[in-house]
Every structure is written in C-alpha cells, then in structure tokens.
C-alpha cells in the first residue's frame, strides 16, 4: 500500500490502514521514544501518545514535505510532553557552566577515540537512557532533531544558558560513561 493510500485509509476511520501505518513506522518512532524515556515502558507509553495524536492530526497533514518527518515530530513532542508533565521536578537543572577545574581526570584523547569506535547501538542507547530526564532530552532535541538552542529554551520553559549547559553536560556525562563501560569491558 502506498503511503497516500495508506493516509486516505486512515482518514476514512479503516482499521487495517490505521495498523499498516503503526506498523510501518512503529520500529522508527520506537527508536526516536527510547531515546527520551528512561526504559522501554516509558517509550511505549510516549509512542502510544504520539501514534494517537498522529491519527487525530492526519487531516493536517499537508502532503508538503516528509510523512514520516511529520508523524517524527509529532513523535518528538508527544516525548518531551511527556517527560514536561510527568518529570517536572526532575527537568529543572542547575545553570552553573562546567569550568576547566569542574572537569575530573582528563583522558587521552586518542584512547576516548579507540574504546568509543568499538561500542555498540545499544550500549550508546543505554548510556543516552541513564542520563538525567534534563540533559537527556537537550541532547536529543539538539543533537538528533536539529533543534537550535533558543527553540529548546522555548520548548522546555528554560533559558538558552540552561539549554547549552544541559548539552555539555550530557555530552561529558555521556563520554565517561561510555569510555568507563569500554575500560571495563576490556579489563
């Protein structure tokens, strides 16, 4: 079924389009949901939220540009939603900036490079998952969905300072605990 054929389906309420397009973007929007959530629940939950949302906007999409980035971005929102009503507590994040005696046990760059080549997809998911709801959703939202500073600061209700701080953070965070899982795997 094309994807116009499937997206008229869909608007006519039939059951077998409306699961053809779940199941045709289910493994790609599940990717993007684990990349906010925290375990594999809390993706579901997001994914479930943004498929319906998906299926109460399709009248709006405009035939103009990607399908699949339109349902992705209804996706992505629905997450950082989600993460907005239910972590409130947690997306608040200090804005203090690292300074270069904040940075603990510098390492060989060369070495970062080495262990970090041999990691795997879901060794990078995890570690992306174990990050604090705050940088985690900055990291994703700047660095995976291309979105500039000041569109996060509007998006999460925090200042653009808080938003760069939060991706330096996460990247450093990210970086030692990769090289250290690789460190110790290779021990």
């Not at 079924?1 to 409306?18: F, H, K, P, S, V």
Request: aromatic fraction near 8%; charged fraction near 30%.
């Amino acid at each position: 079924m094309t994807e116009n054929e499937l997206i008229a389906g869909c608007l006519r309420q039939d059951r077998t389009c409306q699961e053809a397009l779940y199941k045709r973007f289910y493994g790609k929007m599940m990717g993007v949901c684990l990349r906010y959530a925290r375990d594999r629940d809390e993706a579901r939950d997001m994914l479930q939220d943004g498929f319906i949302k998906v299926f109460a906007a399709l009248r709006n999409f405009g035939g103009k540009g990607s399908f699949e980035g339109w349902i992705r971005r209804i996706v992505v929102n629905t997450a950082v939603d989600h993460l907005r009503k239910n972590k409130q507590a947690y997306m608040i994040v200090s804005t203090v900036h690292f300074r270069d005696g904040d940075l603990p046990d510098a390492v060989d760059e060369d070495e970062d490079e080495n262990a970090l080549a041999n990691l795997s997809e879901e060794d990078i998911l995890r570690a992306v998952q174990n990050l604090s709801p705050a940088y985690r959703t900055v990291f994703n939202l700047y660095v995976i969905e291309n979105f500039s500073h000041k569109e996060i600061a509007e998006q999460l209700n925090i200042s653009e300072g808080t938003s760069k701080s939060n991706l330096a953070k996460a990247r450093f965070q990210l970086k030692k605990n990769l090289i250290s899982k690789t460190k110790i795997a290779n021990e």
